[in-house]
């Protein structure tokens, strides 16, 4: 299938859909890096340190608290509200909601006018306490059922369409290779350099 028919509505989309309806295999995306970012992203070195998903306390207290968490886990020191601002790229009164209720369960602490972490206050414990990792495992599980009902379903097809379970061999296959994961950036690389080493990307032309 063409890039140009299966293209995104937006005008300079960051996922492109290449070829759908695949089976097992899946619908297969192009990640692309919008051309207004593109000569940044090959100048600007990739933020060296380990990058969080949604932890799952952040279940229940916020993506904005998750945010603000993590720009004060990398940081330097104590930082002002203003500075979580701008590394956040939240608006002030999400900053400070977040902040708000970050303290209220003694994740965060201010002191002389700026916010810093609470070490010895464990997320983990936390998610525990608001039922966020039970949240989890329902989920996962969920999704290994659903996963296993696809696939049985796919397999009535089998009979007539043998490649198919070639196709599942190589879904498993690419499943288990996501696993141990890649060490982090070397300091001083790009986005560039991180999505072609990654995903095997290439900057194009428009």
């Not at 380990?50 to 930082?79: D, I, M, N, S, W």
């Not at 190589?170 to 994961?181: F, G, I, K, S």
Request: proline content about 7%; hydrophobic content about 40%.
């Amino acid at each position: 299938m063409p890039l140009s028919a299966a293209r995104s509505t937006q005008d300079d989309p960051l996922i492109d859909l290449i070829e759908n309806d695949r089976g097992l295999a899946g619908d297969l995306y192009q990640l692309r890096i919008p051309d207004e970012i593109a000569d940044r992203a090959s100048r600007v070195a990739w933020r060296p340190g380990k990058l969080h998903a949604l932890r799952p306390v952040f279940r229940e207290l916020g993506h904005p608290a998750a945010f603000v968490y993590e720009a004060l886990e990398q940081a330097k020191g104590a930082q002002r509200s203003f500075d979580l601002v701008t590394v956040t790229g939240l608006s002030r009164t999400a900053v400070y909601e977040a902040l708000e209720t970050l303290a209220a369960w003694h994740l965060v602490v201010p002191v002389d006018g700026r916010w810093k972490l609470v070490p010895g206050t464990s997320l983990q414990l936390l998610a525990e306490q608001f039922g966020c990792l039970e949240q989890v495992r329902s989920q996962v599980g969920r999704h290994r059922g659903e996963r296993a009902a696809y696939r049985r379903a796919l397999r009535i097809v089998d009979h007539h369409h043998p490649e198919a379970t070639t196709v599942l061999g190589l879904v498993e296959e690419a499943e288990a290779y996501l696993w141990p994961p890649e060490p982090p950036p070397e300091d001083g690389e790009t986005l560039m350099d991180l999505l072609h080493r990654e995903l095997g990307a290439y900057l194009i032309s428009g």
